[in-house]
């Protein structure tokens, strides 16, 4: 099973026909548009806004559907970690617009009705862009739904979509998979080379090939070294 479709039972909101709506005065957007937003913005060519669900559906033939959607939600989601874009928290059934809060260092305030930056911390973001749900509290998962929805405000993820540019085309990523490395390594500084491994499939002996092609031209990749990538990673 992909790590894109988490073995869950909630329905992710891709699959409904209808979204929450997004502030009526402007200030802040829905996660799921957001997200096709940064997606045709990175690949103004490839991108279809069919992307993500095809990603977070079961089926297996949808590569470059996937490592689009992939590329989008480390981008956004490093974004989001980093306090670059700021969010906002809305009740299922509506209402006001809860902005993020960061754990309070007063004792006496209950951790649990806290959520910020922090919530964005994860070793993989494809729970929170499949669901886009999130307590006032830390994400889980688990929790039984109805959770509040995930709202960018306007003006801070505006403006990370001007500081980006168009990625190389779908079709180099796929013909010469170090452009791929390279893109997803420029998406999150801090992907684990392990972690990017796993999103091609092909041995480790070739991967190494495209890495060593990569490190060329993203000399910080030769940081990361052989000898724990072999001791980590599976084997062909």
Known sequence: MSRYYPAVNRKSFWFDEQWPRDAPDG?????????????????????????PKLAFSPRESVHEERARTNTVMESLGVALARGDVAFALRANAGGDFKRQREAA??????????????????????????????????????QVPPLDWIY?????????????????????????????????KTANPLLPRKEIFAAFEMSTREFQRHWDKAAE????????????FRLNEPQS
């Open 27 to 51: 200030s802040y957007i829905f996660l799921g548009r957001a997200v096709l937003a940064t997606g045709k913005t990175l690949f103004p060519d490839q991108w279809s806004d069919s992307d």
């Open 217 to 228: 031209q993203m000399p910080a990749l030769k940081k990361a070294g052989r000898r724990g």
């Open 105 to 142: 260092l007063d004792p006496r305030v209950s951790a649990l009705v806290m959520f910020g930056k922090s919530n964005w911390n994860v070793d993989d973001f494809a729970p929170l862009f499949k669901f886009a749900q999130m307590n006032d509290g830390k994400y889980r998962v688990e």
């Open 152 to 184: 960018l405000e306007r003006q801070t993820f505006d403006r990370f979509i001007a500081g980006m540019t168009p990625t190389t085309t779908e079709a180099d990523l796929i013909k010469e998979p170090w452009r791929r490395i390279v893109a997803m």
